[in-house]
């Protein structure tokens, strides 16, 4: 095993970066909620990461990547990181343990837009280590570790399902069982500062270059045109949700950031298997089916409260299905159902709702177990407070 000096840097790099999208998703939700809240939300990111990254080095990382068990989990050869040094093929072990890392850190924040203005933070942290290890965990075993979905041939570049349609559908499930918050569709819940959410989205749009480029784990060819075409989906995925918007009223900043989002998502299965012209179909098709999404969880009446399931479920779900359909095997060695791969498309089909089902179900009973134990809902009293003050003692006020 030879280490690359020129990759080893260039995954350093985008390890980074994708760090920084922790606290930007943070930043993103701060600026949706009320201003009372607005603390407690970014604070919900930041203690995602450092939960993780403790879960990760201990339990997670071998539960992943582990010797197969099953087709479903990985075995204990990596516990606390036993054998994972500074040797590996092209870059260090440990690296790539840590490029993986953050990418479990982000889907756990992710998560909290289902519990927005209402979770005790006692309780998230002790879902959150659940969370990560009964939920993500064997999902990216499946599909990067060596499990059943990998070696069936399901393809994911940088965590469509992994990251995605387990956040996004676990956020719905996670609003079902903690219940809708105090007032929901009686008083006015506007974003507190759509300055704050435009910054998170910058600084999460910048990170996702690493998240999908980085995810070639090289600094060749293949990461550059999941460079390429993160860029071209996130634009019109922008476009297309802005316009959608333009239509029922005005094309508001926070729509087309949103947009955004849904373009970056749904690309994110894809990027290492398509060109630039299919990435403006994914992107542009994605912002359409979230925003479309979105209106229907507002005519339900689900408080899930900052969009998660949305974007990033149901736009995780279209890219699993939509790289069925577009890829091209020039660029990532598999054909799609457009050049006649029936196969590919029903693979990612079978793979994608298996993680739907997955997702939802699991953080559904974890969600249950905890909030039937130590309860996962602030008391009345902090909810009309807000969870600034309540959990944390502080408040935006000058």
């Known amino acids: 095993m030879v280490l690359e000096a020129g990759d080893t840097a260039f995954v350093l790099i985008c390890t980074a970066m994708v760090m920084l999208m922790t606290p930007a998703v943070g930043l993103f939700y701060g600026g949706m909620v009320r201003n009372k809240n607005i603390i407690s939300m970014i604070a919900l990111s ?6 993780v990254t403790i879960q990760w080095v201990t339990i997670g990382y071998t539960l992943s990547f582990g ?9 204990l050869d990596y516990i606390g990181l036993k054998g994972v040094g500074m040797d590996g093929d092209g870059i260090p072990d440990i690296l790539f343990m840590a490029f993986q890392l953050v990418f479990a850190a982000i889907a756990l924040a992710i998560l909290t837009s289902g519990v927005a203005e209402r979770i005790k933070l006692s309780s998230f942290i002790v879902f959150g280590l659940l969370w990560t290890t009964i939920v993500y965990d064997p999902l990216a075993h499946w599909a ?27 956020a719905l499930a996670l609003s079902f069982v903690i219940g809708k918050r105090i007032g929901f569709g009686k008083y006015s819940m506007e974003p507190e500062n759509i300055t704050i959410t435009l910054l998170g989205g910058a600084l999460l749009w910048f990170g996702w270059f690493a998240f999908n480029a980085g995810s070639a784990l090289a600094a060749d060819g293949l990461a550059a045109n999941a460079f390429v075409v993160t860029l071209i989906s996130a634009a019109s995925g922008a ?8 239509i029922k009223g005005k094309p508001s900043s926070l ?24 990435s403006i179909i994914i992107g542009g098709s994605a912002g359409i089916l979230c925003y479309g999404t979105l209106l229907f969880r507002i005519h339900k009446k689900f408080d899930e409260s900052l969009d998660a399931w949305a974007i990033h479920g149901v736009g995780g779900l279209f890219g699993a299905l939509a790289t069925g359909v577009f890829a091209v ?16 498309f029903i693979i990612q089909g079978i793979d994608a709702f298996v993680a739907v089902g997955y997702s939802f179900v699991m953080t559904y009973i974890l969600a249950k177990i905890i909030d039937k134990t130590i309860g996962l809902r602030v008391t009345e009293e902090e909810e009309y407070v807000g969870l600034d003050v309540a959990q944390h003692g502080e408040s935006m006020e000058l």
């Open 255 to 278: 729509g087309m950031i949103s947009g955004a989002i849904a373009g970056l998502v749904a690309i994110t299965p894809a990027c290492g298997f398509v060109g630039p012209l299919e």
């Open 67 to 75: 010797h197969d068990i099953g087709g479903f989990i990985g075995g």
């Open 46 to 51: 930041f203690i995602s990461l450092t939960i």
């Open 239 to 246: 476009l297309t949700w802005m316009g959608a918007s333009w």
């Open 329 to 344: 095997a020039a660029i990532g060695g598999v054909d799609g159902l457009i050049y006649g791969n029936v196969g590919q």
């Open 144 to 170: 990067w570790g060596g499990g059943w979905a990998g070696s069936m041939g399901a393809l994911d570049f940088a965590g469509g399902t992994v990251v995605h349609i387990s956040s996004g559908f676990g």
